[in-house]
């Protein structure tokens, strides 16, 4: 199995602070990772696919970005709503593997 | 509008088999390259992808669960199941139904809601 190691796992930022939040893949996944966000008592939703590429509806102080076999989240200007667990997902090969997963807390 | 919904017994004992169904509107599971994914979540833990089925009928599953995971659709492909067999209280987590729209390799764009599941003696 690819394993996904996310880092931070936990996270504190203040408002409009940059966020970044980085998945290292064990092997090569090309651009087969999607980014999501899980809020409280709710199912992730997708923000970022193809590992550079803005889904649908989400705000674009949200971005992806990789080097290698890393890959980064970043939100520009933090959100009170941007608070939440991400996850990384490689869809490149079977199993899908999800990191474990980062808590994003305000200062 | 797309929508998924899943259903489950909220409560079963050890040993016994899980089923559950994923209900979902807006697309049809006969599109070409659509795929129906079943993923879990433990609470405060992260999140286990399971097995999916796609439109041509094909499936796959996570080899850690295969020898227990059965995933199903019905004939209208407006439903997907999974059934697990011999659960036990590891099994217990909030279990989600998603799509994947073009092929295996395309992100989860809808999920459903989740249902909690609970193995308890």
């Known amino acids: 199995d690819i394993q996904m190691t996310q880092s931070p796992a936990s996270l504190s930022a203040s408002l409009e602070e940059i966020v970044t939040i980085t998945c290292q893949a064990s092997q090569d996944i090309g651009n087969w990772l999607s980014w999501y966000q899980q809020k409280p008592g709710k199912s992730p939703q997708l923000l970022i696919y193809g590992a550079t590429s803005l889904a649908d509806g989400v705000p674009s102080r949200f971005s992806g970005s990789r080097s290698g076999t890393q890959y980064s989240l970043k939100i520009s200007r933090l959100q009170v709503e941007d608070i939440g667990i991400y996850y990384c997902l490689q869809a490149y090969s079977a199993p899908w593997t999800f990191g474990g997963g980062t808590k994003l807390e305000l200062k | 509008q797309v929508t998924l919904k899943e259903s489950g017994p909220g409560m079963l004992q050890p040993s016994k088999t899980l089923s559950l169904t994923c209900s979902f509107s807006g697309f049809s599971l006969s599109t070409s390259g659509m795929v129906v994914s079943w993923i879990r979540q433990p609470s405060g833990k992260s999140l286990e992808w399971l097995a999916a089925?796609?439109?041509?009928?094909?499936?796959y599953y996570n080899p850690s669960l295969k020898s227990r995971l059965t995933v199903s659709k019905d004939t209208s492909n407006t439903q997907v199941f999974l059934k697990i067999t011999s659960v036990d209280i590891a099994d217990t987590a909030t279990y989600y139904c998603a799509r994947s729209p073009y092929y295996y390799s395309s992100p989860f764009d809808y999920w459903g809601q989740g249902v909690m599941v609970t193995v308890s003696s």
């Open positions: 089925i796609d439109w041509d009928g094909d499936k």
